[in-house]
Protein backbone atom coordinates (compact mmCIF):
# COMPACT_ATOMS: atom_id res chain seq x y z
CA UNK A 1 0.00 0.00 0.00
CA UNK A 2 1.02 3.51 -0.66
CA UNK A 3 -0.13 5.86 1.73
CA UNK A 4 -0.37 9.86 0.72
CA UNK A 5 -0.76 11.90 3.68
CA UNK A 6 -2.60 15.14 3.43
CA UNK A 7 -2.52 17.44 6.24
CA UNK A 8 -3.80 21.46 6.62
CA UNK A 9 -0.57 23.56 8.12
CA UNK A 10 2.51 22.79 9.18
CA UNK A 11 3.70 21.15 12.26
CA UNK A 12 4.67 24.16 14.79
CA UNK A 13 6.12 22.22 17.84
CA UNK A 14 9.02 20.41 17.87
CA UNK A 15 7.88 17.73 19.49
CA UNK A 16 5.58 16.86 16.91
CA UNK A 17 7.91 17.30 14.57
CA UNK A 18 9.92 14.83 16.06
CA UNK A 19 7.27 12.60 16.83
CA UNK A 20 6.15 12.67 13.17
CA UNK A 21 9.91 12.54 11.29
CA UNK A 22 10.28 9.20 13.73
CA UNK A 23 7.31 7.32 12.21
CA UNK A 24 7.58 8.62 9.05
CA UNK A 25 11.13 7.13 8.85
CA UNK A 26 9.80 3.92 10.47
CA UNK A 27 7.29 3.75 8.11
CA UNK A 28 9.04 4.08 5.15
CA UNK A 29 11.15 0.45 5.30
CA UNK A 30 7.76 -0.97 4.64
CA UNK A 31 5.84 1.19 2.20
CA UNK A 32 6.02 4.32 0.21
CA UNK A 33 4.75 7.39 1.97
CA UNK A 34 4.45 11.00 0.79
CA UNK A 35 3.58 13.70 3.06
CA UNK A 36 1.74 17.15 1.76
CA UNK A 37 1.48 19.87 4.01
CA UNK A 38 -1.61 21.90 2.62
CA UNK A 39 -1.98 25.87 3.11
CA UNK A 40 -4.06 27.07 5.76
CA UNK A 41 -6.96 28.75 4.53
CA UNK A 42 -9.51 31.41 5.91
CA UNK A 43 -12.28 29.05 6.16
CA UNK A 44 -12.78 24.91 6.23
CA UNK A 45 -14.62 24.73 2.67
CA UNK A 46 -11.78 26.05 0.90
CA UNK A 47 -9.00 24.12 3.16
CA UNK A 48 -11.54 20.76 2.54
CA UNK A 49 -11.25 22.05 -0.88
CA UNK A 50 -7.44 22.00 -1.15
CA UNK A 51 -7.68 18.37 0.78
CA UNK A 52 -9.61 17.13 -2.02
CA UNK A 53 -7.33 18.66 -4.79
CA UNK A 54 -4.55 17.05 -3.54
CA UNK A 55 -6.00 13.79 -3.06
CA UNK A 56 -5.53 10.54 -5.23
CA UNK A 57 -6.45 6.96 -4.66
CA UNK A 58 -8.92 6.14 -2.09
CA UNK A 59 -9.42 8.65 0.00
CA UNK A 60 -9.91 8.52 3.55
CA UNK A 61 -10.86 11.48 5.64
CA UNK A 62 -10.04 11.30 9.62
CA UNK A 63 -13.04 12.69 11.43
CA UNK A 64 -13.74 11.95 15.07
CA UNK A 65 -17.17 10.71 13.57
CA UNK A 66 -16.01 8.30 11.23
CA UNK A 67 -15.27 4.38 11.67
CA UNK A 68 -13.27 3.54 14.80
CA UNK A 69 -10.73 1.02 14.26
CA UNK A 70 -8.61 -1.62 16.56
CA UNK A 71 -5.04 -1.76 15.05
CA UNK A 72 -6.01 -5.36 14.07
CA UNK A 73 -9.11 -4.15 12.54
CA UNK A 74 -7.00 -1.21 10.38
CA UNK A 75 -4.32 -3.81 9.11
CA UNK A 76 -7.42 -6.11 7.91
CA UNK A 77 -9.16 -3.31 6.19
CA UNK A 78 -6.28 -2.07 4.18
CA UNK A 79 -5.30 -6.03 3.50
CA UNK A 80 -9.13 -5.98 2.17
CA UNK A 81 -8.54 -2.76 0.16
CA UNK A 82 -5.39 -3.91 -1.77
CA UNK A 83 -7.44 -7.53 -2.36
CA UNK A 84 -9.77 -5.15 -4.17
CA UNK A 85 -7.08 -3.67 -6.01
CA UNK A 86 -6.93 0.22 -4.14
CA UNK A 87 -3.67 0.27 -4.12
CA UNK A 88 -3.16 4.56 -3.33
CA UNK A 89 -4.69 5.76 -0.02
CA UNK A 90 -5.27 9.45 0.38
CA UNK A 91 -5.52 10.04 4.64
CA UNK A 92 -6.73 13.80 4.88
CA UNK A 93 -6.03 15.86 8.09
CA UNK A 94 -8.50 18.44 8.31
CA UNK A 95 -7.39 21.77 9.91
CA UNK A 96 -8.33 23.16 13.60
CA UNK A 97 -12.37 23.00 11.91
CA UNK A 98 -12.01 19.75 10.53
CA UNK A 99 -13.61 19.06 7.50
CA UNK A 100 -16.71 20.10 5.37
CA UNK A 101 -19.67 18.35 4.72
CA UNK A 102 -19.04 18.48 1.19
CA UNK A 103 -15.45 16.55 1.79
CA UNK A 104 -16.93 14.26 4.37
CA UNK A 105 -19.64 13.29 1.65
CA UNK A 106 -17.03 13.22 -0.97
CA UNK A 107 -14.24 10.87 0.26
CA UNK A 108 -14.12 7.17 -0.03
CA UNK A 109 -14.70 6.49 4.24
CA UNK A 110 -14.74 8.27 7.15
CA UNK A 111 -12.38 6.84 10.15
CA UNK A 112 -12.06 7.79 13.35
CA UNK A 113 -8.41 7.62 16.00
CA UNK A 114 -10.46 7.90 18.66
CA UNK A 115 -13.62 9.53 20.00
CA UNK A 116 -12.27 12.09 21.88
CA UNK A 117 -11.34 15.21 19.54
CA UNK A 118 -7.22 15.32 18.64
CA UNK A 119 -5.31 18.33 17.51
CA UNK A 120 -4.23 18.13 14.44
CA UNK A 121 -0.59 18.18 14.71
CA UNK A 122 -1.53 15.09 17.24
CA UNK A 123 -3.66 13.04 14.63
CA UNK A 124 -1.20 13.22 11.98
CA UNK A 125 1.21 11.80 14.51
CA UNK A 126 -0.71 9.22 15.54
CA UNK A 127 -2.00 8.00 12.31
CA UNK A 128 1.93 8.22 11.21
CA UNK A 129 2.54 5.57 14.70
CA UNK A 130 -0.50 3.39 13.15
CA UNK A 131 0.51 3.36 9.82
CA UNK A 132 4.14 2.24 11.07
CA UNK A 133 1.86 -0.45 13.54
CA UNK A 134 -0.24 -1.94 10.70
CA UNK A 135 2.71 -2.07 8.47
CA UNK A 136 4.53 -3.96 10.91
CA UNK A 137 1.65 -6.21 11.55
CA UNK A 138 1.17 -6.79 7.90
CA UNK A 139 5.15 -7.95 7.32
CA UNK A 140 4.40 -10.83 9.71
CA UNK A 141 6.01 -9.26 12.75
CA UNK A 142 4.45 -9.31 16.16
CA UNK A 143 1.92 -7.02 17.61
CA UNK A 144 3.20 -5.42 20.82
CA UNK A 145 0.40 -3.63 22.76
CA UNK A 146 3.66 -1.13 24.56
Request: aromatic share 6%.
Amino acid sequence: MRYRLLAIGKLKRGFYQAGCQHYLERLQAYAKVELIEVKEAKGIEQESAALLAAAQGYVVALDEAGELLSTQQLADKLTWLELRGISLLSLLIGGANGHSQVLKRQADALWSLSPLTLPHELARLVILEQLYRVETLRAGHPYHRA
